[in-house]
T-cell receptor, first 116, second 116 residues
Framework: GDSVTQMEGPVTLSEEAFLTINCTYTATGYPSLFWYVQYPGEGLQLLLKATKADDKGSNKGFEATYRKETTSFHLEKGSVQVSDSAVYFCALRILAGGTSYGKLTFGQGTILTVHP | DVKVTQSSRYLVKRTGEKVFLECVQDMDHENMFWYRQDPGLGLRLIYFSYDVKMKEKGDIPEGYSVSREKKERFSLILESASTNQTSMYLC???????????????FGSGTRLTVV
């Protein structure tokens, strides 16, 4: 079945450090890929997405490129801030059809803590 | 601003009680979902609904049921609450996307349920 694997956390960085959170996937179809962020005490928010190979999603200084050849969608940011401290989830969604109804499949989440 | 609203942020219930978690969305979305979130396990899909009165089991439906009598409202029911159902419950909604690269979900803020 479809699955998403994220690098294990927690990840602890100093402010202005470079961030990479690895994400790889397996999928029976051709997925759309997403990164969600969950700030403390809140629900999940869509951070960025990519719907086809070589697409780059970007938002708030974060970027991720859809790599079909390596089945990866790694999240990067050049200079993290304390306010980026959150849990980050990688997810995939197969085009709806049959009984899939476009359900999101999530990775286990990666906790990021940024210190001043 | 579009929203998914969960009726309670925190809930404490006793073992054996029947528990209702309510979710309302104002975006006219067809799809609605219930997830539970546990440390180290990420988000796991309990049930989803793609239309009024329609429902499908997710990955962990045991001990839960759902109700969708109106398009905007999706209720999760714990028939007889148990301590292993202590968790964060997240509701989400999305447009029906048959054949179209998927959009993401919009999530509520979550209900942290404690069963004692």
């Amino acid at each position: 079945g479809d699955s998403v694997t994220q690098m294990e956390g927690p990840v602890t960085l100093s402010e202005e450090a470079f961030l990479t959170i690895n994400c790889t996937y397996t999928a029976t179809g051709y997925p759309s890929l997403f990164w969600y962020v969950q700030y403390p005490g809140e629900g999940l928010q869509l951070l960025l997405k990519a719907t086809k190979a070589d697409d780059k999603g970007s938002n708030k200084g974060f970027e991720a490129t859809y790599r079909k050849e390596t089945t990866s969608f790694h999240l990067e940011k050049g200079s993290v801030q304390v306010s980026d401290s959150a849990v980050y989830f990688c997810a995939l969604r197969i085009l709806a059809g049959g009984t899939s109804y476009g359900k999101l499949t999530f990775g286990q989440g990666t906790i990021l803590t940024v210190h001043p | 601003d579009v929203k998914v609203t969960q009726s309670s942020r925190y809930l404490v219930k006793r073992t054996g009680e029947k528990v209702f978690l309510e979710c309302v969305q104002d975006m006219d979305h067809e799809n609605m979902f219930w997830y539970r979130q546990d440390p180290g396990l990420g988000l796991r899909l309990i049930y989803f609904s793609y239309d009024v009165k329609m429902k499908e089991k997710g990955d962990i439906p045991e001990g839960y049921s759902v109700s969708r009598e109106k398009k905007e409202r999706f209720s999760l029911i714990l028939e007889s609450a148990s301590t292993n159902q202590t968790s964060m419950y997240l509701c989400a909604s999305s447009l029906w996307d048959l054949g179209v690269p998927g959009e993401g979900y919009t999530f509520g803020s979550g209900t942290r349920l404690t069963v004692v």
